[in-house]
């Protein structure tokens, strides 16, 4: 199951949304979450849909891979769609069961949150997939750099986002690696019940913090042995430069959401 957390890593290709500036694939990110939480109707989720399939078409990116992400977050989807049939009360009763009642708005409720979810964590897994670390943080900061003036830690917040995205894999490496050798010296990781699944989890989480810790700490020295001293006078081996097609992208993902925006005003 850790092996398919996909989170943080990044699939190098030669696709287009590979080659477009980190900058415009942040702020179409953001967009791409407006437009999402914007859509009341399926039909708009559905126009959602064709623009994320469309993005991932382009980003060469096999779908098993976005499919491989969602499978750990099951348990969060079904427990949201429970959830949501429960508690949504209107339209036709479907089934009732003493305290329990599921109607048709419960339903139709519960399959619009879970597209939803699915569309949003699979819009928004491409931006890692298809940036770099290094170069996200190069975007990030150049995206908050007015706030330099505010006397705002812009570099500093960069760098840390850049070091919890490339550890994030590191840690579900290392952690994958702790339970196959508590398993080997006859732990029992993922038998009984909840009470002692969660106890049976000490043995893993303690080396794990131990690890991150060392990991963290190695980090420092490296770049305290390196001089590194933030942003004042970096440089960069790669500048960022915008492009038509960056331009291009902006606009179709602006054109989505106002069509999105459209359907809302026609069918409320």
């Not at 994030?168 to 009470?195: F, Y």
């Not at 810790?213 to 770049?223: H, Q």
């Not at 006078?233 to 989505?256: E, H, M, N």
Request: hydrophobic letters at 50%; charged letters at 20%; a positive charge.
């Amino acid at each position: 199951m850790l092996k398919d957390i996909t989170i943080g890593q990044y699939f190098p290709s030669d696709s287009l949304i590979h080659r477009l500036d980190p900058r415009f694939k942040i702020v179409i990110t953001f967009i791409f979450i407006v437009m999402l939480f914007t859509g009341r109707s399926l039909v708009s989720l559905g126009i959602g849909a064709i623009y994320t399939f469309t993005a991932v078409f382009v980003s060469k990116i096999p779908l098993k891979m976005f499919v491989r992400s969602i499978k750990p977050l099951m348990p969060f989807l079904i427990i949201t769609a429970f959830i949501n049939i429960l508690f949504a009360n209107g339209g036709d009763v479907v089934f009732k069961w003493r305290f329990i009642k599921i109607t048709s708005d419960g339903i139709n409720v519960s399959v619009f949150m879970i597209i939803r979810i699915i569309l949003l964590l699979m819009g928004t897994s491409l931006l890692t997939y298809t940036t770099s670390p290094i170069t996200l943080t190069d975007a990030v900061e150049r995206l908050l750099s007015p706030l330099k003036k505010l006397k705002f830690p812009v570099h500093e917040l960069a760098m840390m986002m850049s070091i919890a995205l490339r550890f994030i894999p590191l840690l579900i490496e290392e952690t994958d690696r702790i339970i196959s050798a508590q398993k080997a010296r006859g732990a029992e990781i993922d038998s009984g019940n909840i009470v002692n699944r969660a106890r049976n989890l000490i043995p893993v989480l303690i080396p794990l913090f131990i690890s991150a810790f060392r990991r963290a700490d190695e980090l420092a020295t490296a770049m305290e042995c390196r001089c590194y001293c933030g942003g004042e006078g970096r440089t960069r081996l790669r500048q960022l430069k915008s492009a038509p097609r960056d331009y291009i992208a902006l606009a179709v993902t602006v054109l989505f959401l106002s069509v999105i925006i459209s359907v809302n005003i026609i069918f409320q």
